[in-house]
């Protein structure tokens, strides 16, 4: 059937989002891209060997860089990170960051609630007209006397459906509909500037780069006018972080070390590669692990050779004002961390919460001093091949039954937070999204299906995890938690991998 149509229910003041104009925009760019897209999630599902790409040399060897970053995105040392929830994004723009990554993605769940009123909201925050009372009557509105930081929209990642808009009889691309109804809505303020989450290659970045052609050409909008960070969190685009910023040079702003999806994506690739790609417990790799150095420390290298800037991880550590203790132990690995990247030539980085922003800028502003950046630190001495990447062992460590059980009590309190509609759950005093939860159901799959013994002697084995699982279903309650223990043990244990749990879980909710 031609036309576009909403299947979604009613969200309030969904209709100022909602509007024709802008439907047929984001069915514009259906149309326009679905067909390249279809292609390379084909091809997503052809796994071929990892390297650096002979056919793309001359790209790496070739002398460029990407435009020019507009004033807003010169100086990024501190970027805070959260859902377009409403308190939460102002909240965000209260924070003294430089940068808001309004999450639309893996700190979001796609309820059609969330997809609509997460537009509306961004809509208010581009004009400032932003505020919030909680049911208790608490007013949340914008500061006068702060900063507000640049607003970097990450949509959902490719790989994602819109069930509840269609496009000519199909759901719409989950990535378009995020990105065509917040351009349409607010380019014309300026400022269009994205996160690209889950690439994996240079292909995708193409494909993106078309999206904001086509989409400024339509709305009138000046070419290099969209800027977007590419979040380098799976294991194929490491090899092609150069590729990438090549094909969005006119719109790359920079690269962002997605740390905790670069590990779910190195288990998931090697999932059924042997014993030597097996990864010990999520707690025990740090980024001083020789393969995560060797990632970090290319991307820095490559960001700085092409003009492009450097983001550093996150750091998702929840202040627990009732426990100084755990507070101070906390804040003293963030500081470390921080620490780390600032000396490596990051030109900023995450925090999950706003009291952690005052932590990440004390420690960017030191390093940088007058400086919006680290441009100018070009890491020459830096040379990653293709094994350090691949490295695994180099992680040490090895499986643990707490790892084990910590692996299904974090993966199903994450999923009973998001069928439940929030996906930034707070877990043992840590800001969670999809990540977590992927990363503890693909190595608890990997584990399985490779004979892992952990260190008390006993095998992992699909009946042990389900042991396990139904000791934490019993210390859980909710209305999810049938389902959320349903759902981790199919993603966790069935024999056929699923790519990513958030397509099974979205299945099931409305």
């Known amino acids: 059937m031609p036309g576009v149509r909403v299947l979604g229910g009613e969200v309030e003041r969904g209709d100022e989002v909602l509007t024709p104009e802008a439907l047929e925009f984001v069915a514009e760019l259906h149309r326009a891209f679905a067909p390249e897209h279809a292609a390379l999630m084909r091809r997503r599902a052809q796994r ?25 995105l010169r100086d ?67 500061r006068d006397d702060v900063e507000r930081p640049a607003i970097v929209v990450r949509p959902r990642g490719w790989h994602l459906p819109e069930k509840h808009l269609e496009v000519d009889g199909e759901p719409a691309i989950g990535a378009l509909v ?25 292909l995708e970045a193409r494909l993106w780069n078309g999206v904001f052609t ?5 709305l009138g909008v000046p070419h290099g006018t969209i800027r977007a960070t590419v979040l380098i969190e799976t294991i194929p685009a490491a090899f092609e972080m150069e590729e990438i910023l090549h094909e969005l040079r006119d719109h790359a702003s920079g690269l962002n070390a997605g740390r905790w999806d670069y590990l779910f994506s190195i288990i998931k690739y090697f999932r059924d590669a042997g014993p030597d790609a097996v990864l010990p417990d999520r707690g025990s790799i740090t980024m001083t692990a020789p393969f995560m150095r060797a990632y970090t420390e290319l991307l820095v290298r490559t960001c700085h050779k092409r003009g492009a800037f450097a983001i550093g991880g996150m750091a998702a550590f929840i202040p627990n004002r009732r426990d100084p203790g755990v507070t101070e132990n ?34 960017f502003d030191a390093q940088l001093g007058d400086e ?16 350090q990447l691949l490295d695994f062992a180099s992680a040490g460590g090895g499986a643990t039954r707490a ?12 999923l009973l937070s998001w069928l439940g509609g929030n996906g930034a759950a707070a877990i043992h005093n840590l800001m969670e999204d999809a990540a977590t939860a992927e990363i503890s159901r693909s190595q608890l799959w990997q584990w399985v299906h490779n004979d892992v013994v952990l260190d008390d002697g006993t095998p992992v084995t699909a009946d042990l995890v389900r042991e396990v699982l139904a000791e934490v279903a019993r210390d859980l309650g909710g209305d999810h938690l049938a389902p959320a223990v349903e759902l981790f043990e199919q993603v966790a244990l069935a024999d056929e991998f699923v790519d990513f749990l958030t397509l099974p879980a979205y299945e099931r909710i409305g």
Request: with cysteine; charged share 25%; aromatic share 8%.
């Open 48 to 72: 071929r060997p990892l390297g650096f790409l002979p056919e793309t040399k001359a790209v790496r060897d070739g002398d460029w860089r990407v435009a020019e970053a507009p004033e807003p």
């Open 76 to 142: 990024r040392r501190v970027e805070i990170t959260g859902p377009t929830e409403r308190k939460m994004t102002v909240n965000a723009l209260n924070s003294g960051a430089k940068v808001w990554l309004a999450d639309l993605e893996d700190a979001n769940t796609p309820h059609w609630h969330n997809v609509v009123s997460g537009q509306v909201n961004l809509r208010d925050a581009a004009r400032g007209t932003i505020g919030f009372t909680s049911p208790e009557g608490k007013r949340y509105a914008l």
């Open 178 to 202: 995020d990105f065509g109804l917040h351009f349409f809505h607010n380019a014309s303020l300026g400022r269009p500037y994205y996160y690209l989450p889950k690439l994996e290659g240079h």
């Open 214 to 218: 086509t989409a400024q050409q339509r």
């Open 330 to 363: 906390a804040l003293a690995k963030v500081r470390a961390d921080k620490t780390r990247e600032a000396g490596d030539g990051f030109d900023g980085s995450w925090v999950a919460h706003p009291d952690l922003v005052p932590v990440c800028r004390e420690i």
């Open 372 to 387: 919006p950046n680290q441009l100018g630190v070009q890491r020459s001495d830096v040379s990653v091949t293709a094994e």
């Open 403 to 414: 790892g084990l059980e910590s692996a299904v009590d974090v993966g199903v309190r994450y």
